[in-house]
């Protein structure tokens, strides 16, 4: 990739842009671009030499001039209007298309996931899965490790990539064995300026894929039947080779037309969308490993800030789920639970999100709201005429978290579900989280 290379320009010197930086060869000339000095002065202490440039400030007044590729940041916007004038001439990569560049031949399988929820909880699933079966497994991108930053690909039985709809934007070749959409809602509609578009770039994967597979029970993923290979959901299976969840006087089993049949008594996660995220977890590791059996899914454990528990005292029980930083990952968090016991800590920033479909369920499951962020008074607009819901709202984590366990009682769930990203007041959702955890933990 390198060879006839001599000058790359990186858009972004978060962790992707660092990632990149590190792949990219020494004899290179990079320029690093962030509109934020602290991370542009980062890069600085990491890449300067003499040979090495570095700018902020307005896309506008950047230079492309003697680029041989962009290598952009799921963070900037390709759409962007210089951006899209340049894309005209420079040809643009991310991590993704870098890494399959480098890779042509791979022999390792790759299993691509995507999705609005659950991609990390399923790629997750799938690498435990599969160690625990012997494979060599590694979960990479989205999920918080860079692709590029895994040097030892060839040595494994199967490499397993979350892969954002900033990522598919870019990406116009790769080498997946098998890509799957777990789900789509309404999400980063402060990006996208229709939801079609956000629509169309998760899409993107199964045109990129061998063996294609969609939830069949979400009906924005319906007009792709045609162009799949198999399908998961609990309505009835439309072929033989689709899983389905059945639920029987004998309890909860994942099947298939074949005659494949897991049985869930003894699955420990908690939630009806963990039953589907193993189902097609299992789904994504059969289609590579068909010989694959006695597949240890009661060992499987939650990932942080997904419904994490955290802790019970005095009888009422903390969970933390910062990672629900769109709505539908707050309505799952919410199904969850099966009494109307919640306290519930929302906010931050909400992406331009229509918040309404939250309102039935915070009448079924919420008794007050905990506000917090730069959106808190958008969700107080929405939800202020919810009968005998109390709402507050507070500048800091520490106040909502205290004045949520002064108002529980003994059986009741204090529940960190932001439905909202977390970088008006965090550097990421972890952070939140932890910040959360930590509260709780002192308590």
Not at 102 to 111: A, D, G
Not at 119 to 145: H, R
Not at 201 to 223: F, G, M, Q, V, Y
Not at 254 to 282: Q, V
Request: neutral net charge; hydrophobic residues 40%; contains cysteine.
């Amino acid at each position: 990739m390198n060879g006839n290379i001599n000058h790359v320009l990186i858009l972004g010197c978060g962790q992707t842009g660092i990632s990149i930086g590190r792949y990219l060869k020494n004899n290179i000339k990079i320029s690093f671009y962030d509109e934020n000095k602290n991370a542009l002065d980062n890069a600085k202490k990491l890449f300067d030499n003499e040979k090495n440039l570095f700018f902020s400030g307005n896309l506008e007044e950047l230079s492309f001039e003697g680029v041989d590729y962009v290598a952009i940041s799921p963070g900037i916007d390709p759409s962007h209007p210089v951006l899209n004038k340049i894309r005209k001439k420079i040809k643009f990569h991310n991590d993704i298309s870098l890494f399959f560049d480098e890779n042509e031949l791979l022999e390792t399988k790759v299993i691509a996931v995507t999705g609005t929820n659950g991609k990390t909880t399923v790629c997750k699933m799938i690498e435990q899965l599969s160690q625990e079966s012997g494979l060599k497994a590694k979960a990479v991108g989205n999920i918080g490790l860079p692709i590029l930053d895994f040097k030892n690909v060839d040595t494994l039985d199967v490499l397993i990539i979350e892969l954002s709809s900033f990522q598919l934007e870019i990406l116009n070749k790769a080498k997946i064995d098998v890509g799957i959409i777990l789900n789509i809602s309404e999400d980063h509609m402060d990006r996208y300026n229709s939801f079609s578009k956000y629509l169309k770039a998760k899409s993107k994967l199964l045109d990129l894929s061998r063996t294609k597979i969609i939830n069949r029970d979400d009906e924005k993923l319906s007009s792709f039947d045609n162009k799949v290979n198999f399908s998961f959901g609990i309505s009835e299976p439309l072929k033989k080779e689709d899983y389905v969840i059945i639920n029987n006087d004998s309890g909860s089993y994942i099947k298939r037309g074949d005659g494949l049949s897991i049985e869930l008594n003894n699955f420990k996660l908690i939630g009806e969308h963990n039953k589907l995220n193993i189902m097609s977890a299992i789904a994504c590791l059969k289609s590579v490993f068909p010989e694959l059996s006695n597949l240890r899914i009661n060992n499987l454990k939650g990932i942080s800030h997904r419904l994490e528990w955290v802790k019970s005292i005095n009888g009422v029980d903390f969970y933390n789920d910062s990672k629900a930083t769109n709505l539908d990952a707050t309505i799952t968090a919410l199904k969850s639970f099966n009494k109307k016991n919640i306290f519930l800590i929302a906010g931050g920033d909400s992406k331009g999100q229509f918040l309404m479909p939250l309102e039935k369920f915070i009448k079924k499951k919420v008794l007050a709201l905990y506000l917090i962020g730069q959106d808190a008074h958008i969700f107080e607009e929405n939800f202020r005429f919810i009968d005998s819901l109390k709402i507050k709202k507070y500048k800091l984590m520490l106040d909502a978290v205290l004045s949520a366990y002064k108002d529980a009682e003994n059986g009741d769930i204090i529940l960190l579900s932001p439905a909202c990203a977390s970088y008006d007041m965090y550097k990421n959702y972890e952070e939140r989280g932890n910040e959360f955890k930590s509260i709780v933990e002192n308590l």
